[in-house]
């Protein structure tokens, strides 16, 4: 499976990140900082790169920037459920995607599956494997639903009222 660098300033992400990401075969290596996780980067060689955006010392978007910058790692930025993420820095730093706190497990296999390589260091030499972009954001996801609820709303609303009124007078509305 892959090998994973997981960083994160919670102790509490730490763990529930790595119990996740192992439990399904991955190779987990956990830094607690931003800066250290730069270190990391040479002598770990990551598949896959998950860091939060706010971190001591070097902020997860540094991280993504230096590691996009340095090798052909995945690179998924974290955020808690309150914090704002930036759009603009997320798509500059060439971010792979973005998971907001706390995260069902399987968001994030799901996340990551579409980057994990099976063997990449028992692989042949050259071989290059195809790769998505998935961004998970939810504001866009509630824009869409709003959307689509919008263009609903007329037949809808017609639809409820015609029901309540056949329910209230045992008639059709439109009899």
Do not use: W
């Not at 996340?111 to 099976?118: E, L, Q």
């Amino acid at each position: 499976m892959s090998r994973i660098l997981l960083a994160d300033d919670s102790p509490h992400a730490q763990r529930m990140g790595e119990r996740i990401l192992r439990d399904e075969g991955h190779e987990v290596i956990t830094v607690s900082d931003g800066l250290v996780a730069m270190l990391r980067l040479k002598d770990a060689q990551p598949d896959i790169i998950i860091a939060d955006i706010s971190m001591p010392e070097v902020s997860g978007y540094e991280l993504c920037e230096y590691a996009k910058a340095n090798g052909t790692a995945a690179v998924f930025l974290t955020a808690g459920p309150v914090e704002p993420v930036d759009e603009a820095q997320v798509s500059r730093v060439r971010a792979d995607g973005v998971l907001k706190k706390p995260f069902e497990s399987t968001v994030l296999l799901d996340a990551i599956a579409r980057f994990a390589i099976n063997n990449r260091r028992a692989s042949s030499p050259g071989t290059v494997k195809a790769r998505s972009v998935v961004v998970i954001d939810p504001d866009q996801i509630r824009a869409a639903v709003t959307l689509a609820l919008d263009a609903a709303m007329p037949g809808l609303t017609e639809h409820i009222a015609e029901k309540v009124i056949t329910a209230l007078t045992g008639k059709k509305a439109n009899a």
